[in-house]
């Protein structure tokens, strides 16, 4: 069993910043791949960031330049630093993990921009 748990979410004025946390219960570069996903209300999850084990970044168009996905070398968390925050940044932030055909869920910490 893998637990991830976010945290660092809040309330923020838009051009603002945030840095959310994911703590994993195992070394985070056992994993294929972890990444940030985004859920806003009535819209469809949707990736943010990922990064692979071998250190490839990925970014969603809407992120790029303003987000950034990162790990730290003891192996037990990844962060997703958060500039120029948008009202449209708006939704739950959930942490993924995937490792060999198993996919890991955190439950979300709320990111809220405000104008």
């Known amino acids: 069993q893998v637990l991830l748990v976010e945290s660092g979410g809040g309330l923020v004025q838009a051009g603002g910043s945030l840095r959310l946390s994911c703590a994993a219960s195992r070394n985070i570069y056992a994993f294929n791949v972890m990444g940030w996903y985004r859920q806003a209300p009535g819209n469809q999850r949707e990736l943010v960031a990922a990064i692979r084990s071998g250190g490839i970044l990925n970014y969603s168009d809407s992120v790029k330049g303003r987000f950034t996905i990162s790990r730290d070398n003891a192996g037990k968390t990844v962060y997703l630093q958060m500039n120029s925050l948008k009202p449209e940044d708006t939704a739950v932030y959930y942490c993924?993990?995937?490792?060999?055909?198993?996919?890991?869920w955190g439950q979300g910490t709320q990111v809220t921009v405000s104008l």
């Open positions: 993924n993990a995937v490792m060999t055909g198993r996919e890991y």
